[in-house]
């Protein structure tokens, strides 16, 4: 999976046109644009398209994929976070319309989900642990004892974008993680933070955590609940991104 090396003197392209459009979100954004339990979101502006996740419906993917006019043929790679159906769901609905592409899950899928993924025609990738996807994009590796989950950073000339499915094994254990396997600074987190049930005081917490990391930008979606995002929002203020369905997260657009 590891890019050619560029040509000694080349310049690599640095991912200053990265964008982010979440494209399957419980979380409304754009009117018109539907919405269902699970998250999806698709990261262009790179050395290749990549879906992370799939949300729980195929055809409401490959609907809301119509409405923004992208083609699915255009995904190269798709990467699964964790085997919640919220996630994996729309993945067979969208290697019916692509199966030329690869997908990264973690090792510890069943065998029948990775047997199903091979019989579309899908190049199949399984994560242990950290490693490059393609160029600027690497996973966590699989974190987690019970659920395993992977998340990806993103490098960019601002910083490390992370992206989160449903932050299972904790939204700063991610982030501890990044810092340790990286040494660019964290510019924006986005996705799932799994923070339903959790108390304000224990969100407070994690808040502090973000700070002391030096996260920039925060975008919390899908499973974060509406009290965590208030309370990022009156943490971070404009730089909390209003996120949901069809919304789109460009690097060139956050300009504080
Ligand atoms: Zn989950
Ligand atoms: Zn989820």
Redesign the pocket.
Known sequence: MRPAEPLPGSVQPAASDLAIRIVHDNCPGVAGMKTAWGFSALVTGLEKVILFDTGSDGALLLENLARLEIDPGRIDIVVL????G??TGGLAGLLQANPRVQVCLPASFPARFKEVVQGYGATLHEIAGPQEICRDVHTTGVLGRR?K?QALAIRTPRGLVVLT??A?PGITRILQTVRRLHPEDLFLVLG?F?LEWVTTWKIAAILRVFRSHGVRYVAPTH?SSDKARRLFQQDYGPACLDIGVGKTIALADLTT
């Open positions: 976070s964790h085997l919640h919220d996630h659920l989950e499915g449903c299972h799932g799994h499973c």
